[in-house]
């Protein structure tokens, strides 16, 4: 057997999901929500926050202060990705999640930003 890097996935795969940002280090999240809202299993809580001009985390006018992903809900089904309108949300190739305790399955934000 290969190791398991080295094993072919399928393309379509979907495993772990990550928070992208932009080459600048901004967040690409802007708080919108779309991702919650496409969610089929309720699995996603955002909570968004306004930007100022002393403190900026993403190039809209707000950005997503709570960012959280319960992955004992989540069915994989990838409508999250497919619903966010700046490609904050994406899904990996991942998929070695196995954990001993319920709480290691909350993803928050800083858990998912890459």
Do not use: W
Request: proline share 5%.
């Amino acid at each position: 057997r290969y190791p398991r890097e080295k094993r072919n996935k399928p393309q379509r795969f979907h495993g772990r999901h990550v928070l992208n940002r932009y080459p600048d280090g901004m967040e690409k999240c802007i708080g919108c929500a779309l991702c919650a809202a496409a969610c089929p299993a309720d699995a996603i809580f955002v909570e968004a926050s306004e930007n100022t001009d002393e403190v900026r985390f993403s190039p809209g006018e707000r950005y997503a202060s709570t960012y959280e992903i319960n992955m004992l809900r989540c069915i994989f089904c990838g409508y999250c990705v497919e619903a966010c309108p700046v490609e904050a949300i994406e899904m990996t190739g991942a998929y070695e999640l196995a954990n001993y305790a319920r709480e290691d399955f909350e993803f928050t934000k800083q858990r998912l930003l890459k």
